[in-house]
């Protein structure tokens, strides 16, 4: 007796967060059904929830940094370098960039995502037989003259974007346009802007579009479908055609653009086949890793809408400063005329 007033007394004073019982599963779907769920402390399940959602928060945030981090490096080496990128530094800088954002990151899955206009922003082509770009810094003349000038004016003059589209009847992708887009310096002062002071008018004006091109458009179509979505999207390439569209001022070109050379690739699927490879996607920015024998590509896009927009306040900025150096120059050259006449001051608000 004495022994079990000593064990129901023991179950009444032991707390009933103390101990649990399990019922070990059995092979049937009858004990699963029957076997009662652990018993859960509330503490520990909204200490767990905190952490995820602290972890989500820190992920996300991460992210951000590193896609902005890539953005502000990739408008730099672009203005510098242009859209392909063959400086040494500029290489490895650039793809240490691409892989901190493709580590913090979780792979894409949302295909849906692919579809719209890209517009490049930059592209490098390595080795792992450790060929890849060249020191641009002992090059002569290569960042000042003549030489940059053309570089500068090739690079605000050239646009490369990738149009992903969907097929007709489902959102996979069905089709993907390679577009360059080439809009054509008018006058040689236009390409070459260190000029000598002592180089003539008549050469500065010299026209090089003697049949007015106002934009030219290499198109290269092809014919797409995702193949793969784990562990990225990989999405397969087939070059079916070939499109010069031209549009110029001339009494030759139509002023709207029109097709003035087409070529049809046959064997496509046999002789032009690629793929590339979706590391990082989401509204805004995609990164695209390809190979091609033994060089590895890689590209930073963004959606075509958000580089007009940035484009177009680009420009914005450049007018206002424009205008502000015009309105300053205006204001000292009054004040400075009124240096010579004699200035009556006006009475000051205390005073009057």
């Not at 767990?48 to 890539?70: H, P, Q, Y």
């Not at 927009?309 to 900025?317: E, G, K, M, P």
Request: charged letters at 25%; hydrophobic letters at 40%.
């Amino acid at each position: 007796m004495k022994f079990f007033f000593l064990a129901v007394s023991t179950l009444l004073v032991t707390p009933s967060w103390s101990f649990q019982v399990r019922v070990p599963a059995l092979n049937s779907k009858c004990s699963n059904r029957m076997s009662p769920s652990p018993l859960l402390n509330p503490l520990t399940v909204a200490a767990s929830d905190a952490d995820i959602t602290d972890v989500a928060m820190n992920l996300d945030m991460s992210v951000a940094i590193a896609k902005e981090e890539l953005l502000e490096l990739v408008e730099d080496l672009k203005a510098t370098y242009g859209i392909l990128l063959i400086d040494k530094k500029a290489q490895d800088s650039f793809k240490e960039a691409v892989e901190k954002l493709e580590e913090v990151s979780e792979p894409p899955t949302d295909t849906t995502l692919l579809t719209g206009n890209w517009t490049l922003l930059c592209s490098t082509t390595t080795t792992k037989q450790g060929i890849s770009g060249i020191d641009t810094s002992k090059l002569p003349f290569f960042n000042e003259g003549p030489l940059k000038d053309i570089r500068d004016t090739i690079n605000q003059s050239l646009k490369v974007e990738q149009k992903i589209k969907a097929g007709e009847f489902s959102d996979g992708v069905d089709a993907i346009d390679h577009v360059i887009d080439y809009k054509p310096p008018n006058k040689l002062s236009n390409v070459l802007k260190s000029f000598p002071a002592n180089i003539p008018d008549a050469i500065k004006d010299l026209n090089i579009n003697p049949l007015q091109v106002s934009e030219s458009k290499v198109v290269l179509k092809h014919k797409a479908e995702i193949e793969s979505v784990i562990p990225v999207i990989k999405t397969k390439l087939v070059l079916q055609s070939i499109v010069l569209n031209v549009a110029g001022k001339s009494q030759i070109l139509d002023p709207s653009g029109a097709d003035v050379l087409g070529v049809n690739i046959p064997f496509g699927e046999y002789l032009n086949a690629g793929s590339f490879d979706t590391t990082f996607l989401d509204d805004t920015v995609r990164i695209s890793r390809s190979k091609v024998g033994p060089v590895d590509q890689i590209r930073v896009f963004i959606k075509s809408e958000v580089a007009d927009v940035l484009t177009r306040s680009i420009d914005d900025d450049v007018d206002d400063d424009e205008l502000a150096e015009d309105v300053d120059t205006t204001v000292d050259a009054e004040f400075e005329d009124d240096d010579d006449d004699d200035i009556v001051e006006s009475p000051s608000d205390v005073e009057g």
